[in-house]
């Protein structure tokens, strides 16, 4: 199956700093990659939708300017957490569809577990 | 909008079936889908119907009916590495985003 790289697994920051976190699909294009968040014992929730050369799309409630995303390629999409809290303290993970097969299933990353002290 | 309900825990026994509820309200409707997840892993795949009626895949089986929107996933013999939590999701039509349910954690007692 397609498979899906994210990077870091882990990070822990400081309050106020940036944290960087990749997402690529290593052996198929990906134009959309969508980024979740999990808090504990919880689901995923819809972040937002990452278009490969366009802007990102958000779900309501999540600040565009704190989560940065950017998708510049057909396999790397990155989210930056700005000026992180620690309410921000939570498990990210990406997906993405290979588009190129019709409607099948998401495939995701390993997930990047973030520490904000 | 969309609703996805299915029950938040269940308890089941090794070697025995149990039979997962999903409910949906969705627009866009484009298929569902099942992920298992164990804790602090990422989910992963176990079925996708977006035709009405039974697909079965080893252990796990997956319905749907569309008319009724409704979904279960169906595991058999039952294993102690079962013990996750069991996602249903669905694939909304306008622009494939994925949204989940909140997911039924499944606990396999020996």
């Known amino acids: 199956g397609a498979v899906v790289s994210q990077h870091p697994s882990r990070v822990i920051c400081k309050s106020g700093t940036s944290v960087k976190i990749e997402c690529r699909s290593l052996?198929?294009?990906?134009?959309?990659m969508f980024w979740y968040r999990q808090f504990p014992k919880q689901s995923l929730m819809l972040m937002a939708t990452s278009n490969e050369g366009s802007k990102a799309t958000y779900e309501q409630g999540v600040e565009k300017d704190k989560f940065l995303i950017n998708h510049a390629s057909l396999t790397l999409s990155t989210l930056t957490v700005t000026s992180a809290h620690p309410e921000d303290s939570s498990f990210y993970i990406c997906s993405a569809r290979d588009g190129g097969r019709g409607p099948t299933e998401a495939f995701f990353g390993q997930g990047t577990r973030l520490t904000v002290v | 909008g969309q609703n996805i309900d299915q029950p938040t825990e269940m308890t089941a026994t090794e070697g025995a079936i149990v039979q997962i509820n999903c409910t949906y309200q969705?627009?866009?409707?484009?298929?569902l889908f099942w992920y298992q997840q164990h804790a602090g892993e990422a989910p992963t795949f176990l079925s996708y119907n977006v035709l009405d009626g039974l697909e079965e895949k080893g252990r796990f089986s997956s319905f749907l009916s569309r008319s009724k929107g409704y979904s279960y996933l169906l595991l058999k013999e039952l294993q102690m590495k079962d013990s996750a939590s069991y996602l249903c999701?669905?694939?909304?039509?306008?622009?494939?985003?994925?949204?989940f349910g909140k997911g039924t954690r499944l606990h396999i007692l020996p």
């Open positions: 999701a669905d694939l909304l039509n306008r622009d494939d985003k994925i949204i």
């Open positions: 052996d198929f294009q990906a134009t959309t």
């Open positions: 969705t627009s866009g409707f484009n298929g």
